[in-house]
């Protein structure tokens, strides 16, 4: 039986080869898929702005806050939808927390993904030292996002995509979108980025 699979195996070598490197494809773009759908790790947050923070929210309009891993390129995603979110709402606070921890030289958190947050009007980009803001807020997945009223209540607390790198409209946006308009209680969807405190990401 062997000896005649061998045999199948010899001549016709490059049909096999194509099999197995279409399975390992197929593998490979399967996980793929499964990793772009798993959502990171969130935690319940509170119901108003931390009153231990060192930031604070506007008095007069929404406020907006995101954690960003500066490594994460999941997070670029994030970052593009925000400005849905500011087209919706021009007078939006954006404030974002980007992660910088003490043991890497000083500027090392200002990647593209500092930049690109930079190009967001009037937006405020604050160097997280060891993610202590992030802790306030409750915070662990880059890409989380806070949102606020005028009063410091909560009226979102989730993702604004519906996978890692997706741009575009999704259920987690209109949550965010309707968040800005309504005054009803707070909503929350997945978190789709790179934990902030991520030490792979830390050594690239």
């Given at each position: 039986m062997l000896s005649r699979l061998w045999s199948f195996v010899k001549k016709n070598w490059?049909?096999?080869?194509?099999?197995?490197?279409?399975?390992?494809?197929?593998?490979g773009v399967c996980l793929v898929f499964k990793y772009d759908s798993v959502p990171g790790s969130t935690t319940t947050p509170s119901n108003?702005?931390?009153?231990?923070?060192?930031?604070?929210?506007?008095?007069?309009n929404n406020t907006l806050v995101m954690l960003l891993h500066p490594k994460c390129p999941c997070s670029r995603a994030s970052l593009h939808q925000v400005a849905?979110?500011?087209?919706?709402?021009?007078?939006?606070?954006?404030?974002?927390?980007?992660?910088?921890?003490?043991?890497?030289?000083?500027?090392?958190?200002?990647?593209?993904?500092?930049?690109?947050?930079?190009?967001?009007?009037g937006a405020q980009i604050v160097s997280d030292i060891d993610g202590e803001e992030a802790k306030k807020f409750g915070g662990i997945t880059s890409g989380q996002t806070y949102i606020f009223d005028r009063k410091g209540i909560l009226k979102y607390s989730g993702g604004l995509t519906e996978g890692r790198g997706h741009v575009g409209e999704c259920r987690n946006l209109d949550l965010a979108v309707k968040a800005l308009k309504s005054g009803t209680s707070a909503a929350s969807g997945a978190v789709y980025g790179c934990p902030i405190e991520d030490p792979r990401k830390a050594q690239l």
């Open positions: 490059v049909i096999c080869g194509a099999l197995g490197w279409l399975f390992t494809l197929t593998v108003g702005w931390p009153a231990n923070s060192n930031i604070t929210h506007s008095s007069t849905t979110l500011t087209t919706n709402d021009n007078s939006l606070q954006c404030i974002f927390l980007v992660y910088s921890p003490t043991q890497f030289p000083k500027g090392w958190e200002k990647t593209d993904i500092w930049y690109l947050a930079a190009e967001v009007p």
